[in-house]
């Protein structure tokens, strides 16, 4: 294991950043290092040799002394809310920033937290109300026991914070319980042939989260715990194969030239990942390269996913709701452009493809003209009857019309998600060929290496 170089300044600053870790005052992030002119590092574990019946098992802990301790984390979990319901299997306390005590909540008994006056009150069931603060600091008596937000419990210690709209909720707990309400909210259950792709969800991870670090800071917190950043679905959601994964890897990310990689994931490539800059703008990234994700027989490894192909259809009139909704949200539509005017749709066509085969840019035609949607947007404009996004950019579309509208569109694709970096699904099916997870994870980030930070 190395600790000279970039690594070693890094593991030093995250040290420091630990030690002097406090309930409002979170480990800063790890200062990146620019991918575009990196340190020389180490070779990625090759893709090619084929898996030992036991592979990548994590090395023996290092020395305490040699790297930082774990650091601690604070999830967003609910912001601009108009009031939470907090309980306790033992109780709860509730105190102000400076540690005053304010309310203890008898065990299993329902409170909410609200806005009162300018700052926040916690609520009986009875009315009776705290003092107004603007921070309420919320613990069990036991520092194993959980804390119920809304119904559901998490680990850690909780804070409510008012802001502009509402109350924001905020869980602070260590990194690595954190990291098992994510692998196993993200994975689900899987059997043990498949858990060599839980270990490297729990590296991708864990990488994800020390890159980001104070991302939504000015909020009061480091990540969303939605898709927003990563899914944290709290105790609630913890699995043994999400335990056992990140305590298999406890320590361990992913870095480029000595920091932490941009470790981009989402569900189903479909059959070839995407290059970074296909979906954000900035990924110019040497290990977010597009890749074809197929066993040597040709089998996609993601073919095992629910998502692997879908099919949407529109009515001509589910449509123009559709993107009357849609296309004014667009990036610089203004009220007198093209998109302003969707009284009928009269072509919808995809105009480019990206090198992977994803769409790069959408065409409509509408009465005042051509809108061109490009590729980043495009999931967001043509929305399915549900409302959510579009599964994926790897689609083909048939069009069938009446005169000069669109009275029938089809879309067949493949895949769900982005496409950049760390496909979930093929990482499961790769696990089932027996690869162990440093080859799975090279496979997604070639030329990354796996370092142990802690």
Do not use: K
Not at 225 to 242: H, L
Not at 286 to 304: F, H, I, M, N, Q
């Amino acid at each position: 294991m190395r600790w000279g170089g970039p690594l070693a300044t890094l593991a030093a600053a995250l040290a420091v950043a630990v030690a002097s870790c406090t309930p409002t005052a979170p480990p800063p992030a790890p200062t990146p290092v620019p991918p575009e002119t990196p340190a020389a590092p180490s070779p990625a574990p090759s893709p090619s040799p084929p898996p030992s019946p036991s592979p990548d098992t994590a090395p023996s802990a290092a020395p305490e002394a040699q790297g930082p301790a774990e650091p601690w984390i604070r999830l967003g979990l609910a912001v601009g809310a108009p009031g939470v319901g907090i309980s306790g299997p033992l109780g709860l306390r509730v105190t102000d920033p400076a540690g005053a005590s304010l309310a203890v909540i008898p065990a299993g008994e329902v409170w909410r937290v609200t806005i009162g006056g300018t700052g926040l009150v916690a609520r009986a069931p009875g009315g009776a109300s705290t003092t107004p603060s603007a921070t309420l600091e919320i613990t069990s008596p036991s520092p194993g026991a959980f804390v119920q937000v809304n119904g559901r419990p998490y680990r850690g210690a909780i804070t409510a914070l008012r802001d502009r709209a509402g109350v924001t909720v905020v869980d602070r707990l260590p990194m690595e319980s954190y990291l098992v309400g994510v692998v196993s909210a993200e994975m689900g259950r899987r059997s043990l042939v498949e858990q060599e792709a839980l270990r490297a969800q729990a590296i991708v991870s864990r990488t994800f989260a020390l890159r980001n670090l104070r991302r939504w800071q000015a909020q009061g917190f480091d990540l969303y715990a939605t898709v927003a950043d990563q899914v944290y679905g709290g105790a609630g959601s913890e699995t043994p194969e999400g335990r056992e994964a990140v305590a298999a890897t406890r320590g361990r990310i992913l870095t480029y030239g000595g920091a932490p990689i941009d470790a981009f994931f989402y569900s189903t490539c479909g059959g070839r990942t995407a290059d970074g800059p296909e979906v954000f703008r900035a990924a110019t990234r040497p290990y977010l390269r597009s890749a074809a994700d197929v066993a040597e027989d040709g089998t996609a490894y993601c073919s095992v996913s629910p998502r692997f192909r879908w099919h949407e259809e529109w009515s001509g009139e589910a449509l123009r709701a559709t993107l009357q909704r849609t296309l004014p949200a667009l990036p610089g539509a203004a009220a007198g452009s093209a998109a302003g005017d969707v009284s009928e749709v009269r072509d919808v066509r995809v105009s480019s493809r990206t090198p992977s085969g994803r769409v790069g840019q959408l065409t409509i035609g509408l009465p005042r003209g051509d809108v061109h949607v490009e590729g980043p947007q495009v999931r967001r404009v043509l929305r399915p009857l549900s409302g959510e996004l579009l599964r994926s950019n790897v689609f083909t579309l048939t069009v069938s019309g009446s005169g000069h509208r669109v009275s029938r569109l089809a879309a067949d694709g493949a895949g769900a998600g982005h496409g950049v970096g760390f496909c979930q699904w093929g990482a499961v099916g790769r696990a089932r060929t027996g690869q162990g997870h440093a080859r799975i994870l090279a496979a997604y980030y070639p030329g990354a290496v796996l370092e142990r930070l802690y």
